[in-house]
Nanobody, 120 residues
Framework: QVQLVESGGGVVQPGGSLRLSCAAS????????MNWYRQAPGKQRELVAA???????NYADSVKGRFTISRDNAKNTVHLQMNSLKPEDTAVYYC??????????????WGQGTRVTVSS
């Protein structure tokens, strides 16, 4: 059994900051890519930021220079520091991770989502 639990969402004014965290727990042997997606009302889910096991990162153009993804491999956690937030960043943010469990199976897992609202 594997769980991804996100935290850190909330309501913030434009220009403000939030830090999202995601902790993976359970029958985990190894962790590969860890990602943050978001889904705004009426829109498709989109990849916001990604980080590989060796720390290489990739960002959506819309968040480059404002968001920073990081991870702690020892704790199976991934974070998303979001600065200079804009109303268009409003969405439910989902953590996603590719994990190898002790039965030697790779699978992609999702968290339940955390809501971020940017509004004055």
């Amino acid at each position: 059994q594997v769980q991804l639990v996100e935290s850190g969402g909330g309501v913030v004014q434009p220009g403000g900051s939030l830090r999202l965290s995601c902790a993976a727990s359970g029958n985990i042997f190894s962790t590969n890519d860890m990602n943050w997606y978001r889904q705004a009302p009426g829109k498709q889910r989109e990849l916001v930021a990604a980080i590989t096991s060796d720390g290489s990162t990739n960002y959506a153009d819309s968040v480059k220079g404002r968001f920073t993804i990081s991870r702690d491999n020892a704790k199976n956690t991934v974070h998303l520091q979001m600065n200079s937030l804009k109303p268009e960043d409003t969405a439910v943010y989902y953590c996603n991770a590719k994990l190898l469990t002790f039965d030697r199976r790779w699978n992609s897992y999702w968290g339940q989502g955390t809501r971020v609202t940017v509004s004055s």
